[in-house]
Structures are given as C-alpha cells and as structure tokens.
C-alpha cells in the first residue's frame, strides 16, 4: 500500500486503517475477558436447537441465542471471534450463525456472505443502523427517550414551570413559549420539561429515598433568560404543566440497541421495587425497577435472575412448618442504571413476577 505522507487522502486511509485495526484489536480484547469471566459455567443447549439459523430483519441477538442455548445470556462466552470479519459482535440479516461442538463444548460461528471477507482499508461497512439489536429497541425507548431517576436534591434545585405565555396553567404545543424560574445567566440552552413522578424507596428502610422518578413531558430550548426566563417548546409529548421541571437535555438519553449479556459480581442480590406502567406484577417484556445501581456495581448489560419466596409447608411426619427455597422465575436486562436504581426488561419468565421479588446473580 503506498502511504506518501505528502499525500493526505493516503494519511486519511492509513488512519482509517489504524482504526478499523484498533478498534477489531479492542473487541476481542472485551470478548475474551467476557467469555473469561465466566469460564466454569456450564453452558447447555436448547434441546430444539438447529445446527444453523439464517438471521432475518426483526431478529434480536437474544432471540437468537434462545434457538441455540438454554440460557440466551451467555452468549458472549460460546461465540467464535472471527479476526476476517470487522465488528463480529455486530450480526446482520443475511448473516448465518452456525453451531459446532470443539472438544465437547458449543460454540456458535458466524458466515458472512459465501467469501472471506479480509480486512483492508478497502472493506465494504455495512451502516450500524442495520445491524441486530441485542433485543428490541421499542420495548424501552420510552424508558430511555422519557423517564429518569434524579435525587431529591436534584429536583428540589431544578428550575421550574411558571406558566405560559398566554397565562394558561397548561401548554404544550410544539412552538408554544413558557415562562419558568430558576435559571441563571449562564444556564445550557436545552432542556427537558419532566413530570415528578413516583418515590423509589428502600423496601427495608421506608424513610430512604433511593430516587424519584420523572418523566419527560417536552423539549424545550432556551430563548431569553431572565426571572421569569423564556423558553420554547421545540417537541411535546403531552401538556406543560405550572411546577413541571426543567432539566439539562441529557446527552445519553437515545436508546442504546446494542448490550453484552453478563453476570454482575457473585452474591448481588437485591429486590424488584417497582413495575413500568404502574402494575403490581410484569410478564416478559415488561420493564421493572430495581433496587440497585451503580453503587453495587450494577452496570447497563448486568444479567439477574428472578427468584420468588416459596412459602412453608407442613411436615406431615414432625408437624413442623418447613420453609421452602425459592423459585426462579425469570431473567432481568439490565438497560440503565442511577445512583442507587436501574431499570431493566424481563426478558424471560416462567410465572408472573412481582414487586419485591428477589434478583440474584444468575
């Protein structure tokens, strides 16, 4: 390859080249500590597993693992790096994935079209848009795109709502200005209008907040400061409301489609304080709250496993009441995480779950 450093489009190809083998070196750096991290599993097959699946528009990473293992999570640790293929976490239609047994242990192998692809600054990409999500992106872009956790602290320093330009209690209209208060000379220019929502609290402790929930109701950008300040609504998703907050528009606030199934740190436990949608139990699919967050490790990606409380049954030879062990009941995604709460979707589930059934390390 002629590299003349007095050529810029050739300095733009050698650094393209850096990248793309950088970045390929990096993935399987992560993939082997993932696969690593759980290396004494047992990892056991879906007894209808095929031998290959063509992977087809609307499949999920997750999906796909079910056709092949028993516990879709543990994917990372069957899968093959392929070095000739660039990004091989990402999976397309099109794409087969095949299974083999190498010295009695699964592992799963991806074919990408019937040639060899090599790496080269030459190499055809195909747009990250139209790769496989690890599961499906609509079942928490509201909870991505709207909700949040902040501290009580939080919300009792944010500016607020004081009404609308017309003096109604309600607005909401894409374009629409409202006054609001508490936002200094040298405050950002975007925001989010959100919706106190419901107090996420310890379920041993009432009296610790662990966060409060509030929930995006519009978009907002900044148009003259000032008390009151002016703003306008640039995107509504329902009525402005005297009192709603204004928070910085967050950056990492678009649905993030793409999770590396692990376990957290062995013995994580917590509980299950609340369902999405304000229901008392979830289904598959459904998102949950927990009762924990990054300060016990918790990270987007984490895997847990639902586990409900048995009940007691009586001896019929003693008389005694014999406390029995709990049930699994399911398996949690973790898909973002607060201080002291994170959100996660039910991806599996044998029985309805609750609030305030146990999660464990799987």
Not at 280 to 296: E, K, T
Not at 323 to 333: F, S, V
Not at 336 to 356: C, G, I, N
């Amino acid at each position: 390859m002629d590299c003349n450093v007095t050529n810029p489009k050739g300095l733009q190809t050698v650094f393209k080249f850096r990248h793309v083998i950088q970045k390929s070196i990096l993935l399987t750096l992560l993939l082997f500590c993932w696969t690593g991290s759980a290396m004494g599993q047992t990892i056991a097959l879906n007894p209808d597993h095929p031998d290959r699946y063509v992977v087809v528009k609307g499949d999920t990473l997750w999906d796909i693992s079910a056709r092949f293992l028993r516990d879709p999570w543990l994917w990372p640790e069957v899968w093959q790096v392929n070095p000739q293929i660039a990004n091989p976490h990402l999976i397309y239609p099109g794409d087969t994935i095949a299974l083999e047994l190498r010295d009695g242990k699964p592992v799963l192998t991806l074919q990408r079209g019937r040639k060899v692809v090599k790496l080269s600054p030459r190499m055809r990409e195909q747009p990250l848009e139209q790769a496989i999500s690890t599961i499906d992106p609509d079942a928490i872009r509201h909870f991505i795109n709207q909700a949040r956790v902040v501290t009580q602290q939080e919300l009792k320093l944010a500016p607020y709502v004081l009404g609308g330009i017309t003096k109604r209690l309600l607005a909401g209209a894409t374009g629409e200005r409202i006054y609001a208060r508490g936002i200094s000379s040298d405050a950002p220019a975007r925001y989010g209008v959100y919706r106190v929502g419901e107090v996420y609290r310890n379920p041993d402790d009432k009296k610790e907040v662990l966060g409060q929930e509030v929930v995006k109701v519009a978009d907002a950008v900044l148009d003259k400061t000032g008390d009151p300040a002016t703003l306008l609504i640039t995107d509504a998703h329902r009525e402005i409301r005297a009192g709603d907050r204004l928070l910085p528009a967050d950056s990492d606030m678009a649905a993030n489609q793409y999770y590396f199934p692990r376990a957290p740190h062995p013995g994580t436990k917590g509980r299950i304080i609340s369902v999405f949608d304000g229901v008392s139990m979830a289904g598959q699919y459904q998102g949950v709250v927990l009762d924990l967050g990054r300060r016990q490790g918790i990270e987007s990606g984490h895997v847990l496993a639902v586990y409900q409380a048995n009940g007691k049954m009586k001896d019929p030879v003693t008389g005694e009441e014999v406390e029995l062990p709990d049930e699994r009941a399911g398996t949690l995604l973790v898909f973002r995480t607060f201080d002291k709460v994170s959100y996660a979707l039910l991806m599996e589930s044998t029985r309805p779950v609750h609030v305030l059934d146990t999660v464990r390390t799987p």
